[in-house]
């Protein structure tokens, strides 16, 4: 089934790619109509990398991926020239769960979204920790890291893996301190096999909300800084660019357009440029609808041009 051409021009290949050559620099996009109409929206909007749900997040049941429409996907993401395309898993996902029916529908969860990726030629799936619920806390990482663990132990003839992302910590969420995606890393690392398949996505958003500061630029190093000690930079694979709606420290996952939130511009700019980060693509989840409560592609024409404004 041959990807679907867009009617509206899309912005030229130097366009995309010209302000900001050593970065990957994307949005997350819908697979309404099909999954190739997912690189179609990106190249409209001027990424050149690539988030997706390779599945409806909201039910268990998935439908088989069917071979024509991976292999139509595998070849609109060529023909696009997108840099990295990677998927975001489910969020009923919760491997930390304590109730063991809902924890084993959660490792299955994973492994469909690993053999889903892999067939589809995308890296990399995104993933919640998880929840630690009424369980002791550290209790609950453990079985969040051993949970991710057996999925990637299941499927261990694919080569894609597993990034880790930090939250927000609303509620009883895992994963809102370096201290416990560091804990969850080291108890998967412990299977030497399964080192390189698990790394990590760093949220501005969720950090942010979590109470890592990234704006003045001594706050942004030592948040870095904070980041190296207990994980190791070298495990962060991609940025979540997200502004925030709540500020530093509100516990609160409310995404706002770049700039236009708490975050704000300074921090993003000091962020696209600071040279620990360099190369790490970054992909956005903010806001797509407008006043008439409908997705607009300007919105992601406007992030992605904002942060490639603030490229020096």
């Not at 029916?101 to 998880?130: C, F, M, Q």
């Not at 609160?252 to 600071?274: Q, Y």
């Amino acid at each position: 089934m041959p990807a679907q051409r867009s009617t509206r021009p899309a912005p030229s290949r130097s366009a995309r790619s010209s302000p900001a050559t050593d970065r990957l620099i994307g949005a997350h996009q819908s697979i309404a109509g099909g999954l190739p109409k997912a690189v179609e929206r990106a190249v409209e909007t001027g990424c050149t990398c690539l988030q997706v749900f390779t599945r409806n997040i909201n039910q268990w049941a998935v439908k088989p991926l069917e071979p024509d429409v991976a292999a139509a996907f595998r070849a609109a993401v060529a023909e696009a020239g997108l840099g990295l395309v990677v998927a975001h898993d489910s969020y009923l996902i919760n491997p930390a769960s304590a109730e063991d029916t809902l924890r084993e529908k959660s490792i299955a969860g994973l492994v469909t979204e690993l053999e889903r990726a892999d067939l589809l030629g995308i890296p990399w799936v995104v993933a919640h920790p998880g929840a630690a619920g009424e369980q002791d806390r550290a209790v609950a990482v453990q079985r969040a890291a051993d949970g991710i663990a057996e999925a990637l132990k299941r499927t261990k003839k694919l080569s894609s893996g597993i990034l880790i992302e930090t939250t927000a910590g609303q509620g009883s969420c895992l994963g809102d301190t370096f201290e416990e995606i560091a804990a969850m890393l080291k108890r998967i690392d412990r299977s030497k096999t399964l080192r390189d398949r698990v790394a990590v996505c760093l949220d501005t958003c969720h950090v942010f909300a979590a109470g890592y500061p990234l704006a003045p630029q001594a706050a942004l190093d030592e948040t870095l800084r904070q980041f190296d000690e207990a994980i190791g930079l070298e495990r962060l694979k991609l940025i979540h660019a997200n502004d925030s709606k709540r500020e530093c420290g509100a516990r609160v996952d409310r995404h706002e357009a770049i700039g236009d939130g708490k975050i704000g511009r300074e921090a993003f700019k000091l962020l696209v440029n600071h040279p620990q980060l360099a190369g790490v693509p970054m992909i956005l989840e903010t806001p797509k609808e407008g006043a008439d409560g409908k997705p607009h592609p300007a919105n992601d024409i406007r992030n992605l041009g904002a942060l490639r404004r603030m490229h020096a």
